[in-house]
Structures are given as structure tokens and as C-alpha cells.
């Protein structure tokens, strides 16, 4: 208890921001995670894992289900990405097969999504487990799909991050959370230098193995 009474407590003062140790430390493991996978780098995931973590304490300390939940979502899916890339990789010859999702696969994730938020936020509601809960179901969704995108080795996981992070920055800032919002501006040009990298990655010759070829049997 006294450790995430630590982690919650104020590290210091930015931009009339007060800085909690969590949010600080979480996102700065999630920047870590963010710049390994632009370089496909399968250490994204435990990297990640870690900034799960420690944001899920950050959350909790402001009240906000959703983003609680959507920590937890970052450990499960960092799990199974982990799995994922190592498999992937190992069937490739050791390179990261990416692809852009197909116009169906597209459409049930941005489906899912939308379908997803209704239920959590009605469910946020009903409970009065966040004080936001239409933005908090959004992040915790959204973050979700895109996790899932990027574990598919998909180019439209960032896009599912941009999304995700224009509802965050306002909610972060709103809940207390001023590091966050502030580190979403550095999240925001280095999704779009990770956008880019992938996508010229898909035009580029690649190994015909698919990331999760069988990972469905």
C-alpha cells in the first residue's frame, strides 16, 4: 500500500500541471513501448506491459474505470501481442510480416469499437464507475481495438492510436492526470513517424508469412 501511495504522489509542478510519480513513470515506459514498435521491435510488449502497470495505479487514483480497465487491456493484450510477435517473427525468418487490414477485417474493428463503447459506457453508468464515462468507455475500447491491430501486425493500428489519443489528451488533463495530456503531444509525432515507417514497410518486398498465420487453430 505505501508503494502506490508513493507512485500516486505528486513529483512536481509543470505548466500549473501537479505531476502524479504513476502517470510520469507509466508514460514514459509507453513512449519506450511506442518507439520500439515503430522499429517492430518485439520487446514493445513487455515495455508496454510495464507502462500498464503503472497507469492502472494512476487511474485508480483519479477515479476513472475506464482508464483502470484500459491498463488492464494494455497487460492482457501486451501478453498475447508478445506471443504473437515472437510466433510471427520466428515463422518469417525472424522479420515482422506488415500489412494493411483487409476492408472487412477494417470494418469489425471500427464496428467493435463503436458497439464496445455503448455497452462499457452504459455499464460505467449504471454502476457510476467513472465520471466521464463516454470518453473512459471510448479509451478503454479503443484501446483495445487498436491493441489488437498492432498485434496483427496491421497498419491501421495507428490510426486506432490517434483516434484513442484525441478523446485521452482532454480526459487526461480533466482528471488530473497533466503528464499524460502533456506526453501525448510527443505520442502524437511519434504515432505518425510509426505510421509512416509501417506503411512504407508495406511496399517493400516482405516474407509471404502472415504474423498470425494458424494462430486461430
Known amino acids: 500500500m505505501s508503494l502506490l501511495h508513493d507512485l500516486n504522489s505528486q513529483a512536481f509542478v509543470a505548466f500549473g500541471e501537479h505531476i502524479k510519480w504513476s502517470d510520469m513513470i507509466g508514460n514514459l515506459f509507453g513512449?519506450?513501448?511506442?518507439?520500439?514498435?515503430?522499429?517492430?521491435?518485439?520487446?514493445?510488449w513487455p515495455v508496454q506491459l510495464l507502462?500498464?502497470?503503472?497507469l492502472a495505479a494512476a487511474n485508480i487514483s483519479v477515479h476513472l474505470a475506464g482508464g483502470?480497465?484500459?491498463q488492464l487491456v494494455v497487460i492482457a493484450v501486451s501478453l498475447w501481442?508478445?506471443?504473437?510477435?515472437?510466433?510471427g517473427s520466428a515463422r518469417a525468418g525472424g522479420e515482422l510480416r506488415i500489412r494493411f487490414a483487409t476492408w472487412s477485417e477494417r470494418a469489425w474493428l471500427v464496428l467493435g469499437t463503436a458497439a464496445g463503447t455503448v455497452a462499457v459506457a452504459e455499464?460505467?453508468?449504471?454502476?457510476?464507475?467513472?465520471?466521464?464515462?463516454?470518453?473512459d468507455a471510448y479509451l478503454f475500447v479503443?484501446?483495445?481495438?487498436?491493441?489488437?491491430?498492432?498485434g496483427r501486425g496491421w497498419v491501421e493500428?495507428?490510426?486506432?492510436?490517434?483516434?484513442?489519443?484525441l478523446v485521452g489528451v482532454p480526459l487526461a488533463f480533466n482528471s488530473g492526470l497533466g503528464f499524460s495530456g502533456l506526453i501525448y503531444i510527443v505520442y502524437f509525432f511519434l504515432v505518425i513517424a510509426?505510421?509512416?515507417?509501417?506503411w512504407l514497410r508495406t511496399r517493400t518486398p516482405q516474407q509471404s508469412t502472415a504474423v498470425l498465420e494458424g494462430a486461430a487453430a
Request: hydrophobic content about 55%.
Open 142 to 150: 479503443g484501446t483495445l481495438a487498436a491493441m489488437i491491430a498492432q
Open 194 to 198: 510509426g505510421m509512416r515507417s509501417w
Open 81 to 87: 501481442g508478445w506471443s504473437q510477435w515472437r510466433r
Open 123 to 135: 455499464l460505467f453508468q449504471a454502476y457510476n464507475l467513472s465520471w466521464a464515462p463516454w470518453p
Open 68 to 70: 483502470t480497465g484500459k
Open 31 to 44: 513512449l519506450a513501448a511506442l518507439a520500439l514498435g515503430w522499429r517492430r521491435s518485439v520487446v514493445t
Open 157 to 165: 493500428f495507428w490510426f486506432a492510436w490517434l483516434a484513442v489519443d
Open 51 to 54: 507502462s500498464g502497470v503503472v
